[in-house]
């Protein structure tokens, strides 16, 4: 098991980091709502990214929302992952636009200059599937978020 906070190894007899000292157990409580509020103030060096999904996201829903809506970075909107939510929304509006200049331009979609575009494509299609299967084998990283966190920092 890795440490969410230095990606060291954790002893699993102690369930302690054996670089940092974090423990395992201060992980509980911590949720992403928390860690949402914190991405957007000054506390966005104490949310940890974590394999193991907290109480207030729903696995279900998360693959849901991946499946149905992952090209457009739906499900990283849901978990506070917004750099990636927004590079996939993007890349998406710019695939489309081209693919609609393209088609006014040329009466029909011939990939004459849209190569950059099929690229970005590819590119984004590759990671929403990748997102699918990293949700559905519990290996995708939550961002989480605990108060305890940033006052041990402080002391």
């Known amino acids: 098991m890795l440490c969410p906070k230095c990606y060291g190894r954790v ?3 102690t369930q302690r980091c054996e670089y940092c000292g974090m423990r395992m157990s201060e992980m509980e ?10 991405l957007k103030g000054i506390y966005k060096d104490d949310v940890l990214m974590t394999r193991n999904l907290p109480k207030d996201v729903s696995k279900k ?8 809506l992952g090209l457009f970075g739906v499900h990283n ?29 040329f009466g029909a979609v011939t990939s004459r200059w849209a190569w950059p575009f099929q690229i970005l494509e590819g590119v984004a299609i590759i990671i929403w599937l990748g997102d699918i299967l990293t949700i ?20």
């Open 61 to 68: 829903k998360l693959l849901l929302l991946s499946i149905l």
């Open 136 to 155: 559905a084998l519990n290996r995708y990283k939550v961002p989480v978020y605990k108060i305890e966190f940033s006052k041990e920092k402080k002391k």
């Open 11 to 13: 002893n699993k007899n």
């Open 29 to 38: 409580g911590a949720t992403n709502t928390d860690a949402k509020l914190a």
């Open 77 to 105: 909107f849901y978990v506070g992952r917004k750099a990636r939510g927004a590079y996939q929304l993007v890349s998406l509006v710019l695939i489309a636009l081209s693919y609609l200049m393209e088609f006014l331009v």
